[in-house]
């Protein structure tokens, strides 16, 4: 069995008497991609921030590879092998796409230790690494243009290239399809599967045909609280996950 990625055990946070996530305990499989999923409100987000460090818990440990970084900022675990994306689109409107391609590389190759599971490939040059993230994420003929300028989905599909400058090992992507048009979720749930088993993806995302066909496996969020875990084929018939939809629907 491949080591976990992630191991978050009795993760709790609060927002003053407001208790948004409670006693989670999550298993991240290292290569898989885990989907954490629930009505709006459910706590997901504050999970990814207690994961990725924005925010930490305020009870319960983090692992990531098995070193704890409950308490590590989350600027200090890029350099672990760890990046994400936010929800709302977080990229540098007045630059280039390349541009901001660049940014997220140089933000990395200042100081790069030496991390033992880190994958032993070469390091290219800027430039190339900059060319190839591009071709990664589909915005190679788009490299010159104002970021600012392009189409919802492609600054959705621009930021995933920035979260995969440093060369993370595990990437956290908050609803990458949120707002895109049918065309562009096709090819970002492409870009996103091809990222595993290279790296483990976590991913937050409502559109549940996406998650169902992408997910190795999936964590379900109901008010801070896990209702449901599994494959699949095992959520899509879960009579908890179902309520959960349909309540919040309603
Ligand atoms: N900074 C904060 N201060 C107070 N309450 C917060 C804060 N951030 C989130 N919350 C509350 O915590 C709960 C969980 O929010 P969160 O953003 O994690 O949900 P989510 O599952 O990501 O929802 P969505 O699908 O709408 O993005 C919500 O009730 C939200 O109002
Ligand atoms: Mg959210």
Redesign the pocket.
């Known amino acids: 069995m491949p080591p976990l990625a992630i191991e978050a055990r009795n993760v709790g946070v609060r927002?003053?008497s407001?208790q948004?996530v409670s006693e989670l305990d999550l298993d991240i499989a290292g290569g898989s991609i885990h989907a954490v999923i629930?009505?709006?409100?459910?706590?997901?987000?504050?999970?990814f921030n207690a994961l990725s460090g924005v925010r930490p818990p305020d009870t319960g440990t983090v692992l990531l590879a098995g070193r704890d970084v409950t308490r590590l900022p989350a600027n200090r675990r890029v350099h672990l092998g760890m990046a994400r994306s936010f929800?709302v689109t977080n990229i540098f409107p007045e630059l280039t796409v390349a541009e901001n391609i660049r940014v997220g590389v140089q933000a990395t190759t200042g100081f790069t230790p030496w991390v033992f599971w880190r994958s032993p490939s070469r390091t290219p040059g800027e430039h190339d690494k900059v060319l190839q993230l591009l071709e990664t994420v589909g915005l190679a003929d788009r490299a010159g243009t104002r970021a600012g300028d392009l189409s919802h989905g492609a600054q959705r599909a621009l930021e995933i290239g920035m979260a995969l400058a440093s060369d993370p090992r595990v990437v956290f992507l908050d609803?990458p399809l949120a707002g895109m048009g049918i065309d562009d979720v096709h090819r970002t749930k492409i870009l996103i599967r091809s990222l595993a088993p290279q790296r483990t993806v976590v991913l937050?995302e409502?559109n549940m045909s996406v998650v169902l066909d992408i997910s190795d496996r999936i964590t379900v969020?109901a008010q801070?609280v896990k209702i449901a875990e599994g494959t699949p084929a095992e959520i899509r018939n879960d009579e908890r996950v179902k309520e959960a939809y349909l309540g919040s629907s309603a």
Do not use: M, R, S, V
């Open positions: 927002f003053g407001f948004a629930g009505p709006n409100g459910a706590g997901k987000t504050t999970l929800q609803e937050i409502h969020l801070g």
